[in-house]
């Protein structure tokens, strides 16, 4: 024991989490340093897996150094275990490039002005309303991810000024996260409790739509007191290109119906098949390519390149891809030298009776996750407990772990796809929204510890 304490507090282990601490520090300061985060979050990856084979011994855990240094070293078992963690993280690029790809493609067909025309009330606080509820719902059924870039997007042409279109789509990111919490497909660590059995999906929507829903109104209460006025629409000339374009309103409407259709059908398509949930996206671009490069050879004026796929895909946000690559690498290393081991080993030394334990565990990890990817915490915590499907403890867990990561922007992947969409400043987001987060979270934890206490 004392041995394993005197590696922890030596050698490259420790280096690993200062640099990891350096490099947050960097993106969160993204706009005074005038460094862009991607490129921030890319170093911060490379340096901590180079660091990591460099460092061999010292910067593992004794407990995790012998299960990867097997019999062939530790530097020959390192290279499919970051392939493993690639592959991982891999799906949720691909899953982004094809949503961001669909939407972008909506978008470019007119699908988007035909709802933004729908929406005429100029009222803040109304209008916030009803981007929020509507980002809950649809969180639901598509996932956080897709239902952000396709509301970001909408607010887009709806809102002119940055700093509100920033509020608005910090709203939305607060609002997916809620919706992706209490169902079994609206977010990734939702499907991951489902699919290993730990929860039920008609349960797990019963016993944490409450809280969820709780978690997204006491913010929009508060944020009514906060708004006031009219919001500014986009100028007339933004969209002029848009309302001369050759594309008849009965296209866009067939192209917004089917892309927002097959978005739907991703989550159908995984429950059916069992497979990711990027194969059904890639399939779904697939489909809309198609139907899109026919119809660009049958309607005069759509032969250009403009309304091909071909090109739409190289307007998507690479730098937010790349974020994505970089920051997950980074939180990947810290899982394998073990420092999320010992986080989960250290909370559950929390010094308290059943069941307020394992309800401070849960509400920990959802406030961890809006600083380390929630994915590996609840990973780690699924491997250390063994309770059966439906516990209390799943349940919460979900709820925390779904919403927790809204308190800071790059807490989620619904808030890095915000953030890289309408370039959302760190700090900004921290001094103008994590508190409200914070109190949504806190007190849907609390609807949720009510019921346990009142019901169960």
């Known amino acids: 024991m004392l041995h394993q304490k005197h590696l922890l507090m030596q050698g ?8 990891f601490i350096i490099g947050y520090c960097f993106i969160a300061l993204e706009h005074p340093l005038k460094i862009n985060k991607s490129a921030s979050a890319l170093l911060l990856g490379v340096i901590l897996w180079t660091l990591l084979i460099v460092g061999g011994e010292s910067a593992v855990i004794p407990s995790l150094f012998a299960q990867y240094n097997g019999g062939e070293g530790f530097l020959h078992n390192m290279h499919p275990i970051l392939i ?7 799906e949720i690029l691909f899953f982004l490039m094809g949503a961001m790809t669909i939407v972008e493609l909506i978008d470019t067909y007119g699908g988007f002005k035909i709802i933004t025309d729908k929406i005429q009330t100029a009222s803040k606080v109304k209008l916030l309303w009803i981007v929020s509820i509507l980002s809950f719902f649809m969180s639901a059924v598509l996932d956080n991810m897709t239902t952000t870039i396709v509301m970001v997007t909408l607010l887009s042409k709806l809102i002119a000024k940055q700093k509100d279109r920033w509020f608005f789509a910090s709203f939305v990111v607060l609002a997916a996260n809620a919706g992706g919490a209490w169902s079994p497909i609206g977010d990734v660590t939702t499907i991951m409790l489902w699919i290993a059995g730990k929860v039920s999906a008609v349960n797990i929507m019963l016993k944490t739509f409450l809280a969820s829903l709780t978690s997204i109104c006491i913010p929009l209460l508060i944020a009514s007191f906060m708004l006031k006025g009219t919001l500014e629409r986009p100028d007339e000339e933004v969209n002029l290109e848009l309302a001369n374009h050759p ?5 866009s409407t067939i192209i917004l119906i089917l892309g927002v259709g097959l978005l739907l059908c991703v989550p159908v398509f995984k429950t059916l098949t069992h497979l990711p949930p990027y194969i059904g996206m890639l399939g779904a671009l697939g489909i809309l390519w198609v139907v899109t490069e026919l119809m660009t050879a049958k309607i005069p004026g759509l032969s250009t390149d403009k309304y091909k796929v071909i090109s739409i895909i ?3 946000d690479m730098p937010s891809i790349l974020f994505f690559l970089g920051i997950l690498l980074a939180v990947a290393a810290l899982q394998v030298c073990g420092h999320l081991t010992i986080l989960s080993q250290s909370l559950d030394n929390i010094n308290l009776a059943e069941p307020h334990k394992y309800f401070a565990i849960s509400g920990i990890i959802g406030i961890l996750s809006s600083i380390v990817d929630n994915v590996p915490l609840v990973a780690g915590t699924m491997a250390m407990y063994s309770f059966p499907m439906d516990h209390y403890f799943w349940e919460m867990l979900a709820y925390c772990a779904g919403t927790g990561g809204s308190i800071l922007i790059i807490g989620s992947a ?5 953030m890289g969409l309408e370039k959302i400043d760190f700090i900004w987001y921290l001094k103008k929204i994590s508190w409200i987060a914070l109190v949504g979270y806190l007190t849907g934890a609390l609807i949720y510890m009510g019921q346990y206490f009142i019901f169960d």
């Open 12 to 19: 490259t282990f420790i280096t690993i989490l200062v640099m």
């Open 414 to 418: 619904a808030g890095v796809a915000a």
């Open 314 to 316: 190289r307007r998507i």
């Open 247 to 251: 594309i008849s309103k009965k296209v």
């Open 84 to 90: 493993e963690h690639l592959g991982d993280i891999c």
